[in-house]
């Protein structure tokens, strides 16, 4: 819910099938409920919130797969071609479960299940 349906076009255009949480479940469902959703769909979350990589650290969660958008301006205009970049590199890790972070400088990647080190 913190990012523009935009992003599905964005997605959708560049072969990656997208859905926005708004056409699927209530505004103010509890983030718990949209990973299990995702877990149980096969989909990756794409997210702006810290709370998602949260949730995965907390229960040592394997899927689904988030990415984290860091960026002042999250939009798909602004920051579309290396979040698509990122998603085309990173696939196969995302099918096995990973953290993503993409920002202006750098993408990160973390295996999950996160444990501390």
């Not at 099938?17 to 995702?38: F, N, Q, T």
Request: aromatic fraction near 4%; glycine fraction near 6%.
């Amino acid at each position: 819910m913190n990012l523009s349906p935009r992003w599905v076009d964005t997605l959708s255009d560049a072969g990656i099938p997208a859905e926005h949480w708004s056409s699927v479940g209530a505004a103010d469902a509890p983030d718990a409920v949209l990973m299990d959703y995702a877990r149980c769909n096969g989909h990756v979350v794409l997210t702006h919130d810290l709370d998602f990589g949260a949730i995965l650290a907390a229960t040592h969660g394997e899927k689904p797969s988030v990415v984290q958008i860091r960026a002042v301006d999250v939009s798909p205009d602004a920051i579309g071609d290396q979040v698509l970049a990122a998603l085309q590199q990173m696939a196969g890790e995302l099918e096995d479960g990973a953290l993503l972070t993409v920002d202006a400088r750098r993408t990160r990647l973390r295996v999950l299940p996160l444990r501390r080190s």
